[in-house]
């Protein structure tokens, strides 16, 4: 029996980066895919590509301070597990970090639906697979 996520055709590997902001009552912060994204109206973990040349620290600071309108020092993202998932077309590889301290509001600058969630509720909300396989790691956070 083979598993396609183990295919051993060669893919574009895409390697983006993802953090789960956690607020003071411990919920997570989700944000839903707007219309005319691929994967529109699921729920994700704020984050995105890397630039070239870009660390996944600093690709991070810069999509939650494009994204959500928050500064994050580097010293308050701590890595916490990644997600490794083949898709029809390339492969994904998405660190995941985990956020407790920012300065500012968290706001939807790009015009994305955002919810606090509680971890135990996080498979309540449709997720791109590659994000799924992360919920039992916040969980036990």
Same mark, same amino acid.
């Given at each position: 029996?083979?598993?396609?996520?183990?295919?051993?055709?060669?893919?574009?590997?895409?390697?983006?980066?993802?953090?789960?902001?956690?607020?003071?009552? !411990?919920?997570?912060?989700?944000?839903?895919? %707007? #219309?005319?994204?691929?994967?529109?109206? =699921?729920? +994700?973990?704020? /984050? !995105?590509?890397?630039?070239?040349?870009?660390? %996944? #620290?600093?690709?991070?600071?810069?999509? =939650?301070? +494009?994204?959500? /309108?928050?500064?994050?020092?580097?010293?308050?993202?701590?890595?916490?597990?990644?997600?490794?998932?083949?898709? +029809?077309?390339?492969?994904?590889?998405?660190?995941?970090?985990?956020?407790?301290?920012?300065?500012?509001?968290?706001?939807?600058? +790009?015009?994305?639906?955002?919810?606090?969630?509680?971890?135990?509720?996080?498979?309540?909300?449709?997720?791109?697979?590659?994000?799924?396989?992360?919920?039992?790691?916040?969980?036990?956070?």
């Amino acid at each position: 029996m083979t598993d396609a996520s183990f295919s051993t055709q060669p893919k574009k590997l895409l390697f983006v980066v993802a953090c789960a902001l956690i607020d003071g009552d !411990g919920r997570i912060l989700l944000a839903q895919r %707007p #219309e005319g994204k691929t994967l529109a109206g =699921l729920w +994700e973990f704020p /984050g !995105g590509k890397l630039e070239p040349g870009e660390s %996944p #620290e600093a690709s991070l600071i810069r999509e =939650l301070h +494009e994204e959500l /309108g928050i500064t994050v020092k580097p010293d308050c993202l701590a890595p916490l597990t990644f997600a490794s998932h083949a898709y +029809e077309t390339f492969h994904l590889l998405m660190p995941l970090y985990v956020c407790r301290r920012w300065e500012g509001i968290v706001t939807s600058c +790009e015009g994305q639906m955002l919810k606090w969630v509680a971890p135990n509720r996080l498979r309540d909300y449709p997720m791109p697979a590659a994000d799924e396989p992360l919920i039992p790691f916040l969980i036990d956070l």
